[in-house]
């Protein structure tokens, strides 16, 4: 069997021990304004390389004792290990909500470019990622 021959791979396999790992956060915001200026500072300040703000998700938890439901939007941040710290300090500070949701899982694999871009992008310039 050739290399043509070869079905395409979905994902490329796990880097031996990248020096940064991908992370996907998940954070949810109460309205689109507090989404987008969350994301535009994100990105702004490299600590994400991409936000994306997906709307229509309805929660329901319980606060204060009772049950709660609302209308929110989430926002699925990518960003890495490195930068994690002070994304999670730039969401508390930055977000209208008294107790955000910040819940970051480690991406177990992926597109090497992809991954290598985001490594990239949350990295100061100048600065090898």
């Avoid at 790992?21 to 998940?26: D, G, I």
């Avoid at 910040?102 to 990622?129: C, I």
Wanted: hydrophobic fraction near 45%.
């Amino acid at each position: 069997m050739t290399a043509a021959d070869a079905p395409a791979r979905l994902c490329d396999p796990l880097p031996p021990g990248p020096s940064m790992s991908v992370l996907l956060v998940l954070c949810s915001c109460p309205d689109a304004a507090s989404a987008d200026a969350l994301a535009g500072s994100l990105v702004e300040q490299r600590l994400a390389a991409c936000v994306n703000v997906l709307p229509g998700m309805r929660s329901t938890y319980r606060w204060e004792g009772r049950v709660e439901r609302a209308d929110e939007i989430l926002m699925l941040i990518k960003t890495t290990t490195e930068r994690f710290d002070a994304l999670r300090n730039h969401l508390v500070g930055a977000h209208p909500h008294a107790l955000p949701e910040v819940l970051a899982f480690e991406a177990a694999g992926g597109l090497d470019r992809y991954l290598d871009w985001v490594r990239a992008e949350t990295t100061s310039p100048g600065v090898p990622a």
